[in-house]
């Protein structure tokens, strides 16, 4: 964890230069109301919260002022911790029955629904069955209708899906098979490293389906 000042000088120079150089929406990954309620100042247009608006009380309260969009994720304990025997007895009803609640919790203080997708967090405190099945029974959480984001790109769940135990991250074509699953099960957003391949994917995956 660092301190908000600490957050504050390393991304709101790169939000600045971005916004100055470009018209693509961007996006502060923040828990912290402080940092968003600056990012949105100096040109970001949506806070992506990977603990749901539970870190800060007052995160809410900002981007509902700011008429910002909201990424609302599910992530089991803490980012130092996740990975130390992650447990669910169903995962895909509990990351669903989690979004849901944080989704009227975010509607109730004032976030318009229109304005919210929802991440099942894969590879947060998730082992690599956990995440296949997410990947598997992700129309279920298409279902609570809300546009639904998908981050799995080099996560090291691909690469020791593809037999190395060790792993640390999961190569090029495996990020691209995930993503096209993703897409074929109703994900609409999509977080890459890769982005020129991802899309070329994605085009092949979206005219096959029309």
Same mark, same amino acid.
């Given at each position: 964890?660092?301190?908000?000042?600490?957050?504050?000088?390393?991304?709101?120079?790169?939000?600045?230069?971005?916004?100055?150089?470009?018209?693509?929406?961007?996006?502060?990954?923040?828990s912290k109301a402080?940092?968003?309620?600056?990012?949105?100042?100096?040109?970001?247009?949506?806070?992506?919260?990977?603990?749901?608006?539970?870190?800060?009380?007052?995160?809410?309260?900002?981007?509902?002022?700011?008429?910002?969009?909201?990424?609302?994720?599910?992530?089991?304990?803490?980012?130092?911790?996740?990975?130390?025997?992650?447990?669910?007895?169903?995962? !895909?009803? +509990?990351?669903? #029955?989690? *979004?849901?609640?944080?989704? /009227?919790? @975010?509607?109730?203080?004032?976030?318009?629904?229109?304005?919210?997708?929802?991440?099942?967090?894969?590879?947060?405190?998730?082992?690599?069955?956990?995440?296949?099945?997410?990947?598997?029974?992700?129309?279920?959480?298409?279902?609570?209708?809300?546009?639904v984001l998908v981050?799995?790109?080099?996560?090291?769940?691909?690469?020791?899906?593809?037999?190395?135990?060790?792993?640390?991250?999961?190569?090029?074509?495996?990020?691209?098979?995930?993503?096209?699953?993703?897409?074929e099960r109703g994900?609409?957003?999509?977080?890459?490293?890769? !982005?020129? +391949?991802?899309? #070329?994917? *994605?085009?092949?995956?979206? /005219?096959? @389906?029309?």
């Amino acid at each position: 964890p660092v301190s908000e000042a600490e957050e504050l000088r390393r991304v709101i120079p790169v939000i600045q230069g971005l916004a100055e150089r470009t018209s693509i929406p961007l996006s502060i990954d923040t828990s912290k109301a402080g940092v968003a309620r600056v990012a949105l100042r100096y040109g970001a247009e949506m806070v992506n919260d990977i603990t749901a608006l539970r870190h800060d009380p007052q995160l809410a309260e900002v981007v509902a002022e700011s008429d910002a969009y909201l990424c609302l994720m599910h992530m089991q304990g803490e980012p130092r911790t996740m990975q130390v025997a992650p447990s669910y007895t169903d995962v !895909v009803s +509990e990351v669903k #029955a989690f *979004l849901e609640e944080r989704l /009227a919790f @975010a509607i109730d203080a004032g976030i318009p629904a229109e304005r919210i997708c929802l991440d099942p967090g894969i590879g947060f405190g998730k082992t690599v069955d956990h995440c296949i099945e997410l990947l598997q029974r992700l129309d279920e959480i298409v279902a609570i209708g809300q546009p639904v984001l998908v981050g799995l790109s080099r996560k090291s769940f691909l690469g020791k899906l593809l037999g190395d135990p060790a792993a640390t991250q999961g190569p090029l074509e495996a990020s691209l098979a995930g993503a096209v699953a993703a897409f074929e099960r109703g994900a609409t957003i999509f977080r890459v490293h890769d !982005v020129q +391949e991802t899309v #070329a994917a *994605l085009r092949v995956a979206a /005219a096959v @389906a029309a």
